[in-house]
C-alpha cells in the first residue's frame, strides 16, 4: 500500500447536526465523547457542542426550523480499546448497533465501530492503525 501524506488544515470546519430530541442526543453524544476522551465544550437551552460538532433543535436560530438528514461521522479514536469503549458507551446510551467493533476492509489497519445515534445518523469510531504524527493537534488561537 502507498504511503500518504496529508498537508493541510482541516477539510471540515464545523458541522451541525438539527435533533428531534436533543436530551436524549445529548445523553448518547456525551458518553460517546467520554469514551472517545473529547470534553463537551457547552451546551444551552436548545444546543450543545463538542470541538466542530453542534447539536441544536430545530428551534435553534441556525436551524431555520429543519431537521437534518441521516449522516454517517467518524470521530477518531487513539486505539482500538478506544473504539471499543466508544461501541459500550453508545449502545448504553441509547445508541443501536450498525457494526460492532473489529477489522474492515478499507485499508490495512482499519479498526472500526459503527453505531445508529437517536436521530438515525451513523456513527464510527476508527482507529486507522499505527501512525506517525507530525503533531498530536494543531492549535488555532483567534
Known sequence: METHE???????????????????????????????DIPLSGSGDDYFWADELFVSTADSEAANGELTGRHHLAFQAQDKAMVDAFYKAALDAGGKDNGAPGIRKYHPGYYGAFVIDPDGNNIEAVFHG????SAASVVVTF
Do not use: C, M, N, W
Open 130 to 133: 499505527e501512525a506517525k504524527r
Open 6 to 36: 496529508l498537508h493541510r488544515g482541516r477539510l471540515i470546519d464545523h458541522i451541525q447536526l438539527v435533533v428531534k430530541d436533543l436530551p436524549a442526543s445529548k445523553v448518547f453524544y456525551t458518553a460517546v465523547f467520554k469514551a472517545l
